[in-house]
């Protein structure tokens, strides 16, 4: 049995795509990557290229960067859901100066409805200093909401730390 939600949250770099990326790998399941990023700029655009190239083939990509809801709701129990990553999912939201608590409900009603298993990533953002500007600390704070929301539904919760996984609620499977 494969938990319905798993949150897999670590600091940038940490290894936390590539961990949960091997859960998904795992499961036997039909592989669906629900990619959030926007691709701006050509370092954005390398990022993205390396990822597709680690996760190997086998893989159906959905371009999702605001509306996560229609991609969970086409999801079956045969499939398994990677969402890379809630961090620039937020961002996206922030950004289009949309309304956060709204978005973040939505998001939430999502995964509970969704049939089939889903993880998704999310950076801890909230050990380093506090930002120097008001722009960086709404977002900060609006990380760490949503972080505490995604770690409250999940059955399973693992923080990724220099590539170890610590389970912090759950078993893996």
Same mark, same amino acid.
């Given at each position: ?84 990553? $809630?961090?620039?999912? %937020?961002?996206?939201? !922030?950004? &289009?100066?949309? #309304? @956060?608590? +709204?978005?973040?409900? /939505?998001? *939430? ?32 704070? $609006?990380?760490?909401? %949503?972080?505490?929301? !995604?770690? &409250?539904?999940? #059955? @399973?919760? +693992?923080?990724?730390? /220099?590539? *170890? ?9």
């Amino acid at each position: 049995m494969y938990p319905d939600l798993t949150f897999v949250l670590g600091g940038a770099a940490s290894g936390k795509s590539a961990f949960a990326e091997q859960l998904v790998v795992s499961s036997g399941k039909s592989r669906v990557y629900l990619a959030t990023s926007q691709v701006f700029d050509d370092e954005m655009r390398d990022k993205v290229q390396r990822h597709i190239a680690q996760r190997g083939e086998g893989w159906a990509t959905v371009e999702a960067p605001l509306d996560l809801g229609p991609a969970l709701a086409d999801l079956t129990p045969d499939h398994i859901c990677l969402i890379d990553c $809630a961090t620039m999912w %937020l961002t996206n939201h !922030l950004l &289009a100066e949309n #309304d @956060l608590e +709204v978005a973040q409900a /939505a998001l *939430l009603q999502a995964l509970k409805s969704c049939h089939a298993p889903v993880v998704i990533v999310s950076n801890e953002v909230g050990h380093g200093i506090v930002p120097d500007n008001a722009l960086s600390r709404r977002f900060r704070e $609006a990380q760490g909401r %949503l972080n505490i929301a !995604l770690a &409250a539904q999940a #059955d @399973l919760a +693992v923080q990724v730390t /220099a590539g *170890l996984p610590l389970v912090l609620k759950g078993q893996l499977p």
